[in-house]
């Protein structure tokens, strides 16, 4: 499966930004979906995950303030991100996990929270 991110910005911080990843090549309902984000100098975190028929979890840096969704009709997933903070800053990267060795990341994209 290919995964294409975007919507990243540059944005204030208290903003919000929607992120989205469209996925091709595979049948989309077939995977859990995962943001994860890496900032600079630091190792990659998970963020949030959305599986199969829409149970939720996320990152303890980020609950409250982010919402994943997918619309399987349209073979995308977004990040709603509420309350941005500077310790936000990153790249995103989708991720599609269909059991062991069918896991895929697209390119991520890039989110700056100014102060």
């Known amino acids: 499966v290919q995964l294409q991110a975007s919507g990243g910005g540059l944005v204030q911080a208290g903003g919000s930004l929607r992120l989205s990843c469209a996925a091709s090549g595979s049948d989309f309902t077939g995977y859990v979906m995962d943001w994860y984000r890496q900032a600079p100098g630091r190792q990659r975190e998970f963020v949030a995950r959305i599986n199969y028929v829409g149970g939720t979890n996320y990152g303890d840096s980020v609950k409250g303030r982010f919402t994943i969704s997918r619309d399987n009709a349209k073979n995308t997933m977004y990040l709603q991100m509420t309350n941005l903070k500077p310790e936000d800053t990153a790249v995103y990267y989708c991720?599609?996990?269909?059991?062991?060795?069918?896991?895929?990341w697209g390119q991520g994209t890039l989110v700056t929270v100014s102060s």
């Open positions: 991720h599609a996990f269909g059991g062991v060795g069918n896991a895929y």
